[in-house]
């Protein structure tokens, strides 16, 4: 990919990364998923835990937090979203190599919200032993029995009792609770149903050996259980945190949530255009071994036609993105909903593409384990929903570019009438 005019210690990172992930990520595919399958799938896996310190020792460890989650630079190097783009891209060209190096979600956007609205105490217990990669975290949002694209629908309580609150409610999609390493959740819910709409949630750390929190059962993403990750249906019943746990305050998840998910929706744009890239390569290399009636794959009008749209759509997906990148450090995360919501739209649907091209071209291997497009198709059609609906993110759009339009209306008029003061 190009990396236009980025800054010298991005092409520096960028280049150090893609070596590493030449060394010790693509060589230990298979290797992972041995180590995944070979006795408790959900205990963590020895690979990963050996190439940490490696990823450490090179410089490639935090580097998503932007200066404006941390200001004084003490978490990590202070890349802006736009210097950490083509990084993160990088990463997700394999669906478990951001963890290697400390940058994997939930727990990025999990230590994002530390880092922007833990207190000190706050971030000593859990934000340091997650900068160091001793422990995991989840996100506990989505419940089963309401529509959760409307987080006003969120119906789990959070109830002051004297110097604690108790927590109460179902959750489910919460990622990470499988590992055993998960020790904490973030978790929103309603202090004050009777507030304002939008004042109604809160956030609370919830650590997960708390008494009442239990994890009923682990969901399948089109059959896969993305061990040791997961993502947990869980139950909170009476569970009790010490007051001290809320963040920011009472009626403040909604300011807290669009701090954490703007930048968390646009890391996952920036590892799918990584998926879309891996899938166009393995495409062309296929294209060029495979040989079917009577010449190459890649010698058939159709197959040149795949490859092309895909070079294409990836440009454009990867332009918008940036776009997004340099706006949230320029103006914003608030500002840049827009954009944020529009990637979030074309980056899963750009990928679905590349991916379902890559798929037909390997035929029958494309569905198999032989290959990792199936489970990239899984991932990013589950990325249309994860972090809101796509649909959800175009009303946004709308709604933003509706605002503009009016905006540049009232400019129009406003200066026609000043030439007529003038005529």
């Keep these: 990919m190009t990396l236009f005019d980025v800054s010298p210690r991005t092409r520096d990172l960028h280049s150090r990364l893609t070596a590493f992930m030449e060394e010790y990520i693509y060589p230990n595919e298979a290797e992972f998923v041995r180590q995944v399958n070979t006795g408790d799938r959900w205990e963590h896996v020895e690979l990963l835990e050996e ?111 004297g110097d604690e609150y108790v927590i109460n409610g179902r959750k489910w999609w919460t990622s990470g609770a499988g590992d055993p390493r998960c020790k904490i959740s973030i978790f929103m819910g309603k202090t004050d149903p009777a507030a304002e709409r939008h004042l109604q949630q809160s956030m609370i750390l919830v650590p997960l050996a708390t008494p009442g929190v239990t994890v009923e059962r682990m969901l399948t993403v089109f059959g896969y259980d993305d061990a040791p990750h997961g993502h947990a249906e869980m139950t909170f019943e009476g569970a009790r945190v010490p007051a001290s746990n809320l963040l920011l305050g009472e009626g403040r998840g909604f300011e807290i949530a669009q701090g954490r998910l703007g930048p968390g929706r646009i890391h996952h744009c920036m590892r799918l255009i990584g998926q879309a890239e891996r899938a166009l390569e393995l495409m062309i290399e ?112 709308a709604k933003v570019e509706m605002k503009r339009q009016e905006k540049l209306r009232g400019q129009r008029a406003a200066l026609t009438g000043l030439e007529s003061q003038h005529a």
């Design 51 to 161: 190439l940490k310190p490696k990823a450490r020792a090179e410089g490639l460890w935090n580097l998503f937090l932007p200066p404006a989650s941390d200001p004084q630079g003490m978490f990590g190097p202070g890349l802006s979203n736009l210097e950490y783009a083509p990084l993160c891209e990088v990463m997700g060209r394999v669906w478990w190599a951001p963890e290697v190096f400390n940058c994997n979600a939930p727990d990025t956007g999990n230590m994002e919200v530390l880092a922007r609205y833990g207190t000190p105490e706050q971030q000593e217990r859990w934000l340091t032993p997650l900068l160091n990669g001793e422990i995991r975290s989840a996100f506990s949002m989505t419940e089963p029995d309401v529509a959760s694209s409307d987080a006003t629908n969120i119906e789990s309580s959070i109830t002051r009792d």
């Design 286 to 397: 296929r294209a060029g071994q495979r040989v079917a009636f009577g010449k190459p794959l890649g010698g058939h009008q159709h197959v040149r036609e795949a490859i092309a749209h895909s070079r294409m759509e990836i440009d454009q997906a990867r332009l918008l993105t940036l776009q997004a990148a340099h706006m949230m450090d320029t103006v914003g995360n608030k500002a840049a909903r827009g954009q944020i919501a529009a990637i979030k739209v074309v980056a899963p649907n750009v990928a679905l593409k590349v991916i379902d091209r890559a798929i037909q071209i390997f035929g029958g291997a494309g569905v198999s384990q032989d290959s990792p497009l199936a489970m990239m198709y899984a991932q990013a059609r589950t990325l249309r929903l994860a972090d809101g609906p796509d649909i959800v993110h175009t009303e946004t759009v």
